[in-house]
């Protein structure tokens, strides 16, 4: 291949497997090698949340601290978590970190904690798992079957990026028309039209291009993706194949969160069957491990990343289908839309518009978390409304009424139990004030303190701002600040109003959409669930 990046990155994953942190010395040698100087490894080293600067513990808890892991008892977790690392330490002389960290993508078994690379729910089975001192090495898969997936036996499989390549210009031409017509949208929550994207990237004229899957899902309640790569991931290894063919890239790249390592792994023993086909059609296929942080999702700091510099998302435009990864155009998609539209290709759309309701199109996979009795992963027909999937998800435990719902994730606004009949549809929420964003429904019962949700998710906007434009980085801090303050009766009368300013001026300024949609929650509360909490009089 004629671009190859320093690989630093991957270069500093291997120094952190191997000890545990980044040792200054081994930073020297890292540089000496890859032929870059020393602030560069030092640059990329300082942004990432994953990498240590300092010697670890012999053992390290991450409990989760956002929102469905908070609704579920995280705070008597983490103190229970403390507790028992200290029992531990004076049992053993062990050492044990307990840290509190960003969404796990495991909001379906909250309080979650990994230990290790291993997920757990709850202190007790994190602490048993500590105690015993190993690690699962693959993910245990439920056998189950998937309306979206076309094959029946493992031995059909890629046979139709196959047949893609084997029609040529021709093939690739239908199949963008045939995308184009079954209306796939992006379902990593921007929701752009999958055939247009995918077009743009084909008709860009370059000597090289490439396909770049994004399984960075690390927004709270979302984990529909982690589902996909380890059910399904010869669904999502053939998406990239068939958007390859159709664009002309000759390399694909899975950029997946370095938390879902069990996954990865899953992902990469499918990669083995997959990399024969890709063989046959000349695309070289790789898994890349992020050293974290949610904006890693944005898609321009992906490629930042990729390049092996600091993740800041970039000035659009230019946007990646014109200059992408090494200023090449490059096609990308989450995982979700890479295993529908492999679906679409193999069924075609006609099948694709009538597994839908109430006249939406297709099939989509929502995550379920918050108060609901079976929080989870299901596949439903597009234009499900809220309320059946909140049926489908055992309903609100102990019969109680539902508050509010976030329909897309911790990045769209809640709307009240009067939109529960709303079908989970792009355009229907939109009309219903909200957003089906990436597919994560969190369900809130009544009772409820509706502030100290909104005060939890724009907590983790502020601590996964990457700080490179000034709006974020202020404005956020500035908005927990105002919240912490209602929140301990301390708030001035203005302070409903200081915050909608604050969500307008970073709405309007900010350069990704992590500073765009930070305060839409909170303000969403403010006009239509309005605390009850008081403010006082200046």
């Given at each position: 291949?004629?671009?190859?990046?320093?690989?630093?990155?991957?270069?500093?994953?291997?120094?952190?497997?191997?000890?545990?942190?980044?040792?200054?010395?081994?930073?020297?040698?890292?540089?000496?090698?890859?032929?870059?100087?020393?602030?560069?490894?030092?640059?990329?080293?300082?942004?990432?949340?994953?990498?240590?600067?300092?010697?670890?513990?012999?053992?390290r808890?991450?409990?989760?601290?956002?929102?469905?892991?908070?609704?579920?008892?995280?705070?008597?977790?983490?103190?229970?978590?403390?507790?028992?690392?200290?029992?531990?330490?004076?049992?053993?002389?062990?050492?044990?970190?307990?840290?509190?960290?960003s969404?796990?993508?495991?909001?379906?078994?909250?309080?979650?904690?990994?230990?290790?690379?291993?997920?757990?729910?709850?202190?007790?089975?994190?602490?048993?798992?500590?105690?015993?001192?190993?690690?699962?090495?693959?993910?245990?898969?439920?056998?189950?079957?998937?309306?979206?997936?076309?094959?029946?036996?493992?031995?059909?499989?890629?046979?139709?990026?196959?047949?893609?390549?084997?029609?040529?210009?021709?093939?690739?031409?239908?199949?963008?028309g045939?995308?184009?017509?079954?209306?796939l949208?992006g379902?990593?929550?921007?929701?752009?039209?999958?055939?247009?994207?995918?077009?743009?990237?084909?008709?860009?004229?370059?000597?090289?291009?490439?396909?770049?899957?994004?399984?960075?899902?690390?927004?709270?309640g979302?984990?529909?993706?982690?589902?996909?790569?380890?059910?399904?991931?010869?669904?999502?290894?053939?998406?990239?194949?068939?958007?390859?063919?159709v664009?002309?890239?000759?390399?694909?790249?899975?950029?997946?969160?370095?938390?879902?390592?069990l996954?990865?792994?899953?992902l990469?023993?499918?990669?083995?069957?997959?990399?024969?086909?890709?063989?046959?059609?000349?695309?070289?296929?790789?898994?890349?491990?992020?050293?974290?942080?949610?904006?890693?999702?944005?898609?321009?700091a992906?490629?930042?990343?990729?390049?092996?510099?600091?993740?800041?998302?970039?000035?659009?435009?230019?946007?990646?289908?014109?200059?992408?990864?090494?200023?090449?155009?490059?096609?990308?998609?989450?995982?979700?839309?890479?295993?529908?539209?492999?679906?679409?290709?193999?069924?075609?759309?006609?099948?694709?518009?009538?597994?839908?309701?109430?006249?939406?199109?297709?099939?989509?996979?929502?995550?379920?978390?918050?108060?609901?009795?079976?929080?989870?992963?299901?596949?439903?027909?597009?234009?499900?409304?809220?309320?059946?999937?909140v049926a489908?998800?055992?309903?609100?435990?102990?019969?109680?009424?539902?508050?509010?719902?976030?329909?897309?994730?911790?990045?769209?606004?809640?709307?009240?139990?009067?939109?529960?009949?709303?079908?989970?549809?792009?355009?229907?929420?939109?009309?219903?004030?909200?957003?089906?964003?990436?597919?994560?429904?969190?369900?809130?019962?009544?009772?409820?303190?509706?502030?100290?949700?909104?005060?939890?998710?724009?907590?983790?906007?502020?601590?996964?701002?990457?700080?490179?434009?000034?709006?974020?980085?202020?404005?956020?801090?500035?908005?927990?600040?105002?919240?912490?303050?209602?929140?301990?009766?301390?708030?001035?009368?203005?302070?409903?109003e200081?915050?909608?300013?604050?969500?307008?001026?970073?709405?309007?300024?900010?350069?990704?959409?992590?500073?765009?949609?930070?305060?839409l929650?909170?303000?969403?509360?403010?006009?239509?669930?309005?605390?009850?909490?008081?403010?006082?009089?200046?």
């Amino acid at each position: 291949m004629r671009y190859r990046p320093p690989s630093i990155i991957q270069r500093l994953n291997a120094l952190q497997a191997e000890h545990g942190w980044l040792r200054p010395d081994d930073l020297v040698l890292a540089a000496r090698d890859l032929g870059v100087p020393l602030h560069r490894i030092e640059g990329v080293a300082s942004f990432y949340p994953h990498y240590r600067r300092t010697p670890p513990a012999a053992h390290r808890l991450d409990v989760c601290r956002d929102l469905a892991c908070a609704m579920r008892g995280g705070a008597d977790c983490l103190a229970e978590l403390r507790a028992g690392a200290a029992a531990h330490e004076a049992a053993t002389g062990e050492r044990v970190e307990v840290c509190e960290v960003s969404c796990l993508g495991r909001c379906d078994s909250a309080p979650a904690v990994l230990v290790g690379h291993d997920p757990h729910t709850g202190a007790a089975a994190a602490l048993a798992a500590l105690r015993a001192g190993h690690e699962r090495e693959h993910l245990d898969v439920a056998t189950k079957s998937y309306r979206v997936d076309p094959y029946a036996r493992p031995g059909e499989r890629y046979a139709t990026v196959r047949a893609l390549a084997a029609g040529g210009a021709a093939a690739a031409e239908a199949l963008l028309g045939e995308l184009k017509e079954a209306g796939l949208r992006g379902m990593g929550g921007a929701g752009f039209p999958t055939a247009l994207k995918w077009r743009t990237v084909r008709d860009a004229v370059s000597d090289e291009k490439f396909v770049v899957c994004n399984a960075d899902e690390s927004e709270p309640g979302t984990f529909k993706d982690r589902e996909l790569l380890a059910s399904l991931p010869h669904l999502v290894w053939e998406g990239m194949l068939l958007g390859a063919v159709v664009v002309g890239a000759r390399r694909a790249i899975v950029y997946l969160r370095h938390e879902y390592e069990l996954e990865r792994r899953a992902l990469a023993r499918e990669q083995e069957v997959a990399a024969r086909v890709a063989g046959e059609l000349g695309v070289e296929l790789e898994i890349f491990v992020s050293p974290g942080g949610y904006i890693m999702g944005e898609e321009t700091a992906l490629l930042e990343a990729l390049e092996d510099r600091r993740g800041e998302p970039r000035n659009k435009p230019p946007f990646p289908g014109i200059a992408g990864l090494f200023g090449r155009p490059t096609l990308i998609n989450n995982v979700e839309t890479l295993t529908m539209a492999t679906a679409i290709a193999a069924r075609g759309a006609a099948w694709w518009k009538a597994q839908g309701l109430r006249g939406c199109a297709g099939l989509k996979f929502v995550s379920i978390s918050g108060d609901v009795a079976s929080p989870g992963v299901y596949e439903i027909a597009t234009g499900t409304t809220i309320a059946e999937l909140v049926a489908l998800a055992g309903g609100v435990p102990d019969g109680a009424a539902v508050q509010a719902v976030m329909p897309g994730g911790a990045s769209t606004a809640f709307l009240t139990a009067d939109a529960l009949d709303t079908p989970l549809d792009f355009d229907h929420l939109r009309r219903a004030g909200s957003s089906l964003g990436s597919g994560a429904v969190i369900v809130v019962a009544a009772g409820r303190d509706m502030l100290e949700l909104g005060a939890n998710v724009t907590r983790f906007f502020r601590n996964e701002s990457c700080g490179k434009c000034v709006p974020c980085r202020v404005g956020t801090e500035k908005a927990v600040v105002l919240l912490d303050r209602w929140l301990a009766g301390e708030a001035a009368e203005d302070t409903p109003e200081l915050l909608r300013q604050l969500d307008r001026t970073l709405g309007q300024t900010s350069i990704c959409g992590l500073g765009q949609v930070a305060l839409l929650p909170v303000v969403s509360i403010l006009d239509r669930l309005p605390p009850t909490r008081p403010t006082r009089r200046s």
